[in-house]
């Protein structure tokens, strides 16, 4: 079998530490593409809703996995058609997607769709498994991480920023919650893989830690 020439960034860390920020410039500045893998678990936990499918239900949650229609265009995620950008954003759709996204059939269903994202010249991928499942042979993989405390700050700003009602508590009992969740469970738990940089972002700015990826990145080069 032959390698894969086609360069991957895989960024991998826990929620609010910004990793979906940084992933997304990075691939501006080397005009490679971009793929938001925590995407797809939260359209899985809102298909499911739709079609009134419990987020416990492996099997049936495998089989909607494989049969939906997502499109990621200019910005916009759309589901069989619709446009449902801003509904998979919410709040209970980040702890559906830390729900589905422990069951290995929605996983193994999810695979295929995800490597087919890795195209012509390069891709950066963000996700909790992308080091460690989905792929492995990552030219480079970053662990972006931060402090609890500065993540339910920084998604508590980022609510007020938009306008909307959030609780400081609630969203810091929330993310340890995912935390335990995406880290404990058995199929892809977040794990730092031995050949990942770690990047602790509690003390630095989006921009120095764009800067910190895309020169580790031109390092390797
Ligand atoms: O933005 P935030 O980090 O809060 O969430 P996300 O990256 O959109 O991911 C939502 C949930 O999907 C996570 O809590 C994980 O449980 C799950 N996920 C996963 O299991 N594997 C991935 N590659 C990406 C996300």
């Known amino acids: 079998m032959s390698a894969n020439p086609i360069p991957v960034i895989a960024i991998d860390g826990p929620s609010a530490s910004g990793k979906g920020t940084v992933a997304q410039l990075v691939?501006?500045?080397?005009?490679?593409?971009?793929?938001?893998?925590?995407?797809?678990?939260?359209?899985?936990?809102?298909?499911?809703?739709?079609?009134?499918?419990?987020?416990?239900?492996a099997e049936a949650l495998g089989k909607l996995a494989e049969s939906l229609q997502i499109r990621f265009k200019e910005g916009e995620i759309y589901l069989n058609n619709a446009l449902i950008t801003e509904a998979v954003r919410s709040e209970e759709m980040s702890r559906g997607a830390s729900e589905v996204a422990v069951h290995p059939q929605v996983r193994d269903a999810l695979f295929a769709l995800q490597q087919s994202f890795r195209q012509s010249p390069g891709l950066v991928a963000d996700g909790r498994d992308m080091a460690s499942v989905v792929?492995?042979?990552?030219?480079?993989?970053?662990?972006?991480?931060?402090?609890?405390?500065?993540?339910a700050e920084r998604r508590y700003k980022q609510l007020i920023g938009?306008?909307?009602?959030?609780?400081?508590?609630?969203?810091?009992?929330?993310?340890?919650?995912?935390?335990?969740?995406?880290?404990?469970?058995?199929?892809?738990?977040?794990?730092?893989t031995p050949d990942a940089v770690l990047l602790d972002t509690t003390h630095r700015t989006i921009d120095q830690a764009v800067e910190f990826v895309l020169a580790a990145y031109k390092n390797i080069s």
């Open 27 to 57: 691939a501006e500045k080397l005009g490679f593409h971009y793929l938001d893998s925590g995407a797809l678990y939260r359209i899985v936990a809102f298909a499911a809703q739709q079609n009134n499918i419990a987020w416990s239900h």
């Open 135 to 151: 792929f492995t042979d990552a030219k480079l993989k970053i662990f972006l991480t931060a402090s609890v405390e500065v993540r």
């Open 162 to 192: 938009k306008g909307l009602a959030a609780d400081y508590a609630q969203i810091l009992r929330d993310l340890q919650q995912r935390d335990l969740r995406d880290s404990q469970r058995s199929a892809a738990p977040l794990i730092q």
